[in-house]
């Protein structure tokens, strides 16, 4: 038996409870439980408490019977804000671990964890601690809208004389268990009556039911029938399963490249999971969290789903809580924070594209979800699932090492080919017929034959790792700093080049370390520009741009439409163009510059564009027709841009693991990062120097085992109005690493007005 919510957390009797507030301390607090609440407190309740004279809402983690030493009275704990524990057992255990190894204060953790708190709970608190029923208040009830659920009956249409908006309507019923009134009301006008007319002929049923405002739910999905396993998946799906069986917690990578079928896998374990009679966590990236993903879960489970994600209102993210907690519900999906999810009795925990970086939560709570995912598996005993075509360097490692189990799938589920890659120098390329700058001539062609064919086409221009920087004229490699090995940014202003790790500096004009040439050349053409060299070059096509400027939210999925329906030949843009390689009519990808990403300042730039070039290169072209990818680059030997070309994981792997052995980054060392702002430059700059000197202190223990980069100004050093300022740690010795960042948390702690400080563990 495993232990669940209910049966494990006992009512706290003693007399005192110890509570975790959020706020920026590294400590617990304790509080006198009054009478009336004796008993009704739980490890994970959320109670109100008063905390500098503010009421705040905060977790009680355990009881105590006395007073720590030195204390000699406590507040009361003001009221218990939710009748059941917002955590059980199991998740508290894991977050309390969370919080000790990011060394972030425990209150906060929780409360990044927690759903939000209903709104006016603060308010509803009676004298006795309880809150007021709902049902008692004025004014709460919620309008709850609702509509029709149409569904065709057995008669026989074909039969009956239909006008052409009842047509419309049986085509829409056609195959499917059910389409709701707000469908059809995209396909005719005034729908109700449609319906109704239907329905006098004997043709359609329809309910009235309330209506999901929930975009996961909104249309009916068919229940699919699961295909087949090939080879490759059935060992993986068997290895899965048995260590399900065991319920012993272990870890798998599961390394399939596009395409393979790695959520078959998915389904197949999850089912498992619960025909054991426990739940499951799928994590995805927030961009591939869509009703699409989601759709192929419920057509295989049914809608006993919970999809966790931002739109939900406060009411339905409880009721999600609820039934994972209860165990009504065994089944959560969602982005990085669906980590947190309370689902009763854990048996297994997937994350797919684990190497994606928006699993990396970047401000307040700092976690990384695909680590925290290994660590929550290992305290319920659950299996970790973590998925990818182009695996990260530390995961990877981890499974050379035997710490995870690796499982492949090495070709397509569908049998299909890997699409065909060329590379354009583009020192040799230069501008294509209609002179734009990065509009090769074979970049040019390829367009102009798919074209031709009917087809459309995709070109994306990477931003995402833009930065100021210099790449050399002559050989094309990218300025670099020489103690840190990620590239320079350029300061305009100064006519200077820095690095953002250690602030080593150096003149613009200094020649290229790799032939010596001084001429450096900007690359900074945006995709206002590439879409308008498109439209130039091949002016009776209709040319769409996807970018942070042209779209927001639906309008994403807007142009993505307009993609899908054929209104759209060529599309240009940024990361987002990558949702349309799905699209069966995209048989082109052009890559407008393949290593634009590798100028970025970070020791990761050389595989983040790997994977994005290998993601890219793989999605192309997945229907009948072949595709083909064009990767546009100054780099053509760069080993991120040669084997992503080549589908070639293994070699890119073996390259990258050297390079980060010989340097001596991650896997292979650890780091720290310490962020530091101020409203002045001068404060943030002095207390990054004070943390600076603190650590250096701790760290004499063993000369130069951890070492201390910077003061260094922060990639964007002022940003809201406030001097942002960073400090690098970075040590082979884990513990000794850990210690002097815990001497860095205690001179945090005891505060650097008018700077404020926090530490990123294993920074990305
Ligand atoms: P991945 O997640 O690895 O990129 P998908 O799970 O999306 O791959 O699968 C790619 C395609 O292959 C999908 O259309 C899926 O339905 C199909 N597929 C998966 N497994 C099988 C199988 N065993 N037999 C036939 N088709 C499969
Ligand atoms: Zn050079
Ligand atoms: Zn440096």
């Not at 060992?235 to 798998?252: K, P, T």
């Not at 001097?723 to 082979?732: D, I, V």
Request: aromatic content about 6%.
């Amino acid at each position: 038996m495993h232990a669940s919510a209910s049966e494990s957390i006992e009512g706290i009797e003693s007399k005192f409870v110890e509570v975790a507030l959020p706020v920026p301390l590294r400590k617990l607090f304790t509080y006198e439980v009054p009478e009336s609440l004796r008993g009704a407190l739980h490890p994970g309740s959320r109670v109100a408490v008063t905390f500098n004279r503010r009421k705040l809402p905060g977790f009680v983690v355990g009881g105590r019977h006395a007073l720590p030493e030195g204390v000699s009275r406590a507040l009361r704990v003001a009221g218990l804000l939710e009748s059941e524990p917002v955590f059980t057992a199991e998740l508290l255990r894991f977050l309390e671990q969370a919080a000790k190894y990011y060394m972030h204060p425990l209150g906060e953790v929780l409360r990044a964890a927690a759903p939000a708190l209903p709104s006016g709970a603060m308010r509803r608190l009676r004298k006795d601690g309880f809150l007021e029923a709902e049902e008692n208040l004025p004014g709460q009830r919620v309008a709850h809208h609702r509509t029709w659920k149409v569904c065709a009956t057995e008669e026989d249409a074909g039969a009956a004389r239909l006008g052409a908006r009842q047509k419309r309507v049986m085509d829409c019923l056609a195959g499917r268990e059910f389409v709701l009134l707000e469908e059809l009301r995209a396909q005719v006008k005034d729908p109700r009556a449609v319906v109704r007319a239907l329905k006098a002929k004997g043709l359609v049923r329809f309910d009235e039911v309330e209506a999901v405002r929930d975009p996961f739910f909104r249309t009916a999905v068919s229940r699919d029938s699961p295909p087949q396993p090939t080879a490759a998946q059935a060992v993986a799906i068997a290895s899965i399963c048995e260590s399900l069986a065991v319920g012993e917690g272990s870890a798998f990578l599961l390394h399939g490249v596009t395409g393979s079928g790695k959520t078959e896998v998915y389904l197949r374990a999850i089912d498992e999971a619960r025909t054991l009679g426990r739940g499951a966590i799928l994590l995805v990236p927030e961009i591939a969290l869509t009703p699409q993903l989601v759709g192929r879960f419920r057509a295989r489970f049914g809608d006993d789903i919970a999809v966790l994600h931002s739109g939900l209102t406060a009411r339905q993210r409880d009721d999600a809580w609820q039934s994972l907690r209860k165990g009504r519900v065994q089944v959560a999906i969602g982005a990085r924070s669906a980590l947190f999810a309370p689902v009763a009795d854990l048996g297994l925990l997937i994350v797919d594209e684990e190497h994606d970086p928006s699993f990396k939560q970047d401000d307040g709570f700092r976690y990384h979800a695909r680590d925290m995912a290994l660590l929550r598996a290992q305290y319920a005993k659950a299996v970790c699932v973590l998925g990818s075509a182009t695996p990260s360097v530390e995961t990877y490692h981890r499974a050379n090492r035997g710490l995870i189990r690796l499982l492949s799938l090495p070709t397509r589920a569908t049998g299909a080919t890997m699409p065909e890659v060329e590379i354009v120098d583009l020192r040799r390329h230069r501008r294509g017929p209609t002179g734009h700058q990065l509009l090769s001539g074979p970049l040019h062609q390829a367009i102009g034959s798919c074209l031709g064919t009917g087809h459309q086409a995709i070109i994306f221009l990477n931003r995402r790792g833009f930065a100021p920087s210099l790449r050399c004229a002559a050989c094309g490699s990218i300025a670099e700093c020489p103690a840190c090995s990620v590239a320079l940014t350029e300061h305009r202003g100064q006519g200077a080049l820095r690095c953002h790790y250690c602030d080593f500096q150096r003149a613009v004009s200094i020649p290229c370390a790799s032939c010596g040439s001084s001429e450096y050349k900007r690359l900074g053409v945006g995709t206002e520009q590439l879409q308008k060299g498109v439209e130039e070059s091949f002016p009776s096509a209709a040319v769409a741009r996807l970018d942070r400027d042209t779209a927001s939210g639906d309008g994403v999925e807007a142009v993505l439409d307009r993609l899908r329906s054929g209104d759209v030949d060529v599309l240009v843009g940024t990361q987002m163009v990558t949702k349309g390689h799905d699209i069966a009519g995209v048989t082109l990808v052009g890559v407008a510059l393949a290593d634009q990403s590798l100028a970025f300042p970070d020791f990761r730039a050389s595989e983040r564009t790997f994977q994005l070039l290998a993601q890219v290169a793989g999605r192309a072209g997945r229907a009948d027709t072949a595709g083909k990818v064009v990767l546009q680059t100054y780099q053509p030997d760069h080993p991120a841009v040669r084997l992503a070309a080549k589908h070639d994981y293994e070699s890119f792997f073996a390259e990258e693991i050297r390079d980060r052995e010989e340097v001596g980054y991650p896997p292979f060392a650890r780091l720290v990062s310490v962020r530091v702002q101020a409203g002045a430059e001068a404060d943030a700059r002095g207390a990054t120097r004070t943390l600076a000197e603190t650590a250096r202190q701790h760290q004499a223990v063993r000369e130069g085992a951890v070492q201390v980069l910077g003061p260094a100004p922060a990639p964007l050093l002022r940003l809201r109005g406030r001097y942002h300022y960073r400090l690098l740690l970075k040590s082979e010795d884990r513990k000794l690493l850990r210690n002097v960042t815990a001497h860095l948390a205690a001179r945090i702690d005891q505060g650097l007005a008018p700077a404020q400080a926090s530490l990123d563990i294993d920074p990305l």
